[in-house]
């Protein structure tokens, strides 16, 4: 039997307890931090006013007073896509709702384009989806050699820790710029060209060419001279050549790309090109009415904390042409418009555009940028890929080795001016060859072979070609690498390159006779034969060299 002391004893326990209980339910987030006080936010964290709130992102039950009760329904990655909805959504819809139906995640295009180049759909639209892919040769391929760089996928590295092998992430993959060892993940806004280079090193090989690197096969070393070569984190050969004048400034990619244009939303577009909220005028001949920030559009109010640069009454701001977006680390000021450089600082001044070196007149009124000041671009001329069936190989989308391999083989790599051509808004701009291939499989009774080629915005922005350069040059009309020849019997070219299956040479875009090849973009096109003609007769100004 209890003494009058130990019943006192346990009296005042449960008093303790009963009067301590509120009180501990009351701050259960921060009770997180006492097993877990490593993970706490850093100080400087975007969500450090979430610091005591630990299930507003991870959810559990900051209610519960046992650590099993607590952790359960626990996410431990909420930037996941398979978990936004739950978490990131809950205070960034807008966004959520964008990424979720945006081309990173969705890789519409990809998807309709490798269906439509293996005869799978009849035309370049539809309702393509690297998360509901099916097991057709093209959606094969597609699992096997495509879907790894889309949003949806967990974030992973491939064969290296640089992060050129880091793909997926959902949210993370932009805004987690560094992972720490241990604590918990800093979240940013700042978002530096590593986040980029990833997924974008690939297929356009754009984060390379911003950079001055242009892939190249092996057999390179072997011509002399390797100074110039190097090897990528991930193995791949490339060599130095002329960077982007705004990488040599300094700018990162997010200097040019909006929020807007990346995280969309791009519901509506099929191609990144459609997608994308800059354009060279907007900073270089911005004619659109100026905003104030008061102004803005309550999506972009957010920004307005982010202005690297004193707001006077008054201070006006650019806006794309696109969408409206507030450029907002731009000033403008009564000489000079001038860029803050979001990731690197500093500021530089931009340039306007000359009237001396693009004369009005019309004459040129359908050249974007590019056509002109696009120095080199990635371009390979030759493909083959073959599927066996008695191999096996990672399936991004089920997350495991499955029967089946696409084993593919490369030639013909170039890294020049690519040819011209005449995009589905009828502007002329650059194009490269997107697949000039021949494909193998089991199911089909023949070789496939198909020649397409796709506008490109190739990110290595230079001085502006002399008028020779186009209209002189076979190479830049697409009709390939050979000699133009003017005689009694008229215009002919003679290619150097060999005549492939379909009559036309291996790097011919299109002929002077008006054959062309396809392209992955409805409405977009070759220059025509009488285009042609009309080019290569047209008088050469005093910008020729």
């Known amino acids: 039997m209890r003494s009058a002391n130990d019943r006192c004893s346990v009296l005042r326990s449960l008093l303790i307890s009963a009067l301590l209980a509120p009180l501990c339910l009351q701050f259960a987030g921060a009770s997180c931090l006492s097993c877990h006080g490593e993970h706490a936010l850093l100080a400087d964290d975007v969500h450090r006013f979430l610091a005591d709130s630990c299930s507003s992102c991870h959810l559990g039950d900051d209610a519960a007073t046992d650590a099993e009760s607590a952790h359960r329904g626990l996410i431990h990655s909420p930037g996941q896509l398979s978990n936004v909805e739950r978490s990131c959504a809950t ?20 998807v309709n384009v490798t269906r439509f180049t293996f005869a799978e759909q009849e035309d370049l639209a539809g309702e393509g989806d690297l998360a509901r892919l099916g097991h057709s040769p093209a959606d094969s391929l597609l699992r096997k050699r495509c879907a790894s760089c889309h949003l949806g996928q967990p974030r992973h590295q491939l064969g290296t820790e640089h992060p050129i092998g880091s793909r997926g ?23 530096s060209d590593a986040q980029c280079i990833g997924c974008h090193s690939r297929s356009g090989r754009i984060a390379l060419s911003y950079t001055g690197l242009a892939e190249v096969d092996d057999g390179i070393l072997q011509q002399g001279d390797t100074s110039r070569l190097g090897r990528l984190p991930d193995g791949r050969l490339v060599e130095r050549l002329h960077a982007d004048v705004h990488h040599r400034a300094g700018m990162s990619c997010v200097d040019c790309h909006t929020a807007r244009g990346l995280m969309g939303p791009t519901a509506g577009h099929l191609h990144g090109s459609d997608a994308v909220d800059i354009q060279c005028e907007d900073c270089h001949a911005n004619v659109q ?20 640069f004193p707001v006077p009454q008054g201070q006006s701001f650019l806006v794309t042409e696109r969408n409206q977006t507030p450029l907002w680390h731009i000033q403008v000021t ?11 600082g500093g500021s530089i001044r931009i340039p306007p555009l000359s009237a001396k070196n693009h004369p009005a007149g019309g004459r040129h009124d359908r050249l974007r940028c590019t056509a002109c000041h696009t120095q080199w671009a990635p371009q390979c001329y030759g493909c083959h890929m073959q599927y066996d069936p008695n191999q096996e190989q990672w399936d991004h989308a089920a997350a495991a080795f499955t029967p089946g391999a696409w084993i593919d083989e490369r030639w013909s790599i170039r890294n020049d001016q690519p040819p011209l051509g005449v995009d589905a808004h009828d502007r002329i701009v650059p194009f490269v ?13 023949e ?19 002399g008028c020779d350069a186009c209209h002189r040059s076979p190479r830049a009309l697409g009709l390939g690498e050979g000699a133009l020849i003017r005689d009694d019997e008229g215009l002919r070219f003679e290619p150097s390159r060999p005549v492939l299956r379909d009559g036309m040479a291996e790097d011919a875009f299109v002929t002077l006779d008006g054959r062309q090849g396809e392209t992955t973009r409805a409405g977009a096109r070759g220059f025509k034969a009488e285009e042609l003609q009309k080019i290569l007769e047209a008088p050469l100004g005093p910008h020729s060299r």
């Open 334 to 344: 009564p000489t000079a418009n001038i860029l803050h450089r979001k990731v690197q």
């Open 91 to 110: 205070c960034h819809s807008v966004e959520t709702d964008a990424v979720m139906n945006g081309l990173m995640h969705t890789g519409r295009g990809m």
């Open 289 to 308: 009415p100026r905003v104030m920030a008061e102004d803005w559009s309550p999506r972009w109010q957010s920004l307005r904390k982010r202005v690297p």
């Open 169 to 191: 992430g959902g949210c993370l993959a932009c805004h987690l710029p560094v992972e720490r060892p241990s604590g918990h993940a800093a979240l940013s806004t700042q978002i």
């Open 433 to 445: 060859p997107g697949m000039i291939r021949s494909v193998d499989h089991p199911d089909w009774d």
């Open 447 to 465: 070789t496939h072979f198909r020649r397409l080629f796709a506008p490109l915005a190739p990110h290595t922005t230079g001085k502006g070609l």
